[in-house]
């Protein structure tokens, strides 16, 4: 049986030996808009919920429209000249308008990267920034949430007269779903914020995981932080599989968020009648799988499906290597998984100690196996797995001493694929 798998930009496609019950669990998706073009138009003009957004410019004079960075497939280039067509025409000028990487605390993004995000033209005639989230200077102070989370938005945000973000709905290891309140924080959030988001008492709450939108309190947080900066308007897109625009849902942030999370979910969702033995899945390909932190979202991904002790495969190119400074000392440094999660417990949060927190969560349920070929092979005694050199060495261990007729559930397009077992599916 040949499976490909989505890796890097070319694809991996393996031989998959006979003998055992495969089940194949590609991400589902609705068909692709006959006219795009006309439902992004259409959703600007009639949005969900809220007042369109040439209403919302009416008698401004600055806009801050917030995206998503290299490490997120969203087709900005396709949606932002409809919003920014809106925008001047409701009297804003152009040299009014700032376009904002929403970075969080991964890299700044390349002017490579910047024509990339947002099509050349727009790169070229519109002002396009990258979020400094260790900046903070750059950042407005608006008090605290209810549960104590200090809140720092990017001032070039927070001060514009309107403010909009632009992204897409996929399902996400920690918030149930990307998209919308996303796009302010962490995305536009100060380091400060961002730790105490990503601290073990989120990263540990049952309810924060993949599909989960219903009680999530990283969810509910955010959705706060969001209001209180100020956010107005959101259009979101959701994806097919070949990443054309499936749907458009645009307006107030919170009614327009959750009406495209129902359609993803409805989509999406991939129902198994019992837990597997082993999964092999991906982190979705490029960009996602460019680092080894991003990568991470596939294994977290899988962890619903398979039996306790089962294995997992996962199948990144990881290109840029481990990612960030601060996480690639972390996983050089920390040699147990569950000393990592003792000492993190209670401690100051540290930067990016929240994707190995992940991963060291995922160990306690089943046993890793890697073929990362990007990372450097002096990572890989620190990777709570194994690692190997080529994909069929993995491939031949993670299958190794499986019996006959096991379950392996195979998960070409990773965290793009919402797998549950039946008989604990509490969406």
Same mark, same amino acid.
Request: charged letters at 5%; glycine letters at 20%.
């Given at each position: 049986m040949q499976v490909n798998f989505a890796f890097g930009k070319s694809g991996l496609s393996l031989n998959l030996p006979s003998g055992f019950d495969y089940r194949l669990l590609e991400a589902r998706s +609705?068909?692709?808009?006959?006219?795009?073009q006309s439902a992004i138009e259409h959703a600007l003009d009639h949005p969900i919920a809220g007042p369109p957004l040439s209403v919302i410019a009416s008698g401004q004079r600055t806009a801050a429209i917030s995206v998503c960075d290299i490490t997120r497939p969203a087709p900005n280039r396709l949606v932002l000249p409809a919003v920014l067509s809106r925008l001047e025409a409701a009297g804003i000028p152009r040299e009014g308008i700032t376009i904002l990487i929403a970075t969080g605390l991964h890299r700044p993004a390349t002017a490579g990267e910047i024509r990339e995000i947002t099509g050349p033209e727009i790169a070229a005639s519109y002002r396009v920034e990258n979020h400094f989230a260790r900046n903070p200077g750059g950042h407005r102070?608006?008090?605290?949430?209810s549960t104590g989370t200090p809140v720092y938005i990017d001032e070039r945000f927070v001060s514009a007269g309107v403010r909009v973000t632009l992204g897409f709905i996929e399902p996400h290891l920690m918030l149930g779903y990307s998209g919308g309140r996303k796009l302010v924080a962490p995305g536009l959030a100060a380091q400060e914020t961002i730790k105490v988001l990503h601290s073990p008492r989120f990263m540990r709450d049952p309810r924060t995981h993949e599909g989960s939108i219903a009680g999530n309190p990283l969810h509910k947080e955010l959705l706060e932080i969001a209001a209180m900066a100020g956010h107005q308007f959101m259009i979101d897109v959701s994806l097919t599989r070949t990443r054309e625009i499936a749907g458009v849902f645009a307006g107030s942030p919170v009614e327009a968020h959750a009406a495209g999370v129902n359609f993803v979910s409805q989509v999406l969702l991939e129902r198994l009648d019992a837990p597997v033995d082993a999964?092999?899945?991906? +982190? +979705?390909?490029?960009?996602l799988d460019l680092t080894f932190y991003q990568a991470i979202k596939g294994l977290t991904a899988a962890q619903h499906i398979v039996k306790p002790g089962g294995r997992i495969l996962l199948l990144a190119s990881c290109d840029e290597g481990p990612g960030a400074e601060e996480f690639r000392a972390m996983l050089q440094t920390t040699a147990d998984a569950g000393g990592f999660l003792d000492a993190i417990a209670t401690a100051p949060v540290a930067v990016d100690q929240w994707q190995l927190e992940k991963l060291a969560l995922v160990t306690r349920r089943a046993a890793l196996f890697f073929y990362v070929p990007g990372l450097p092979a002096g990572y890989y005694p620190s990777l709570w797995g194994r690692a190997y050199e080529t994909a069929t060495a993995a491939l031949a261990a993670t299958l190794d001493g499986l019996p006959s007729g096991a379950r392996v559930a195979l998960i070409p397009e990773g965290p793009y694929v919402l797998a549950k077992v039946e008989a604990a599916m509490t969406v």
């Open positions: +609705a068909s692709p808009l006959g006219d795009w102070y608006l008090g605290g949430t999964v092999i899945t991906t +982190a +979705a390909g490029y960009p």
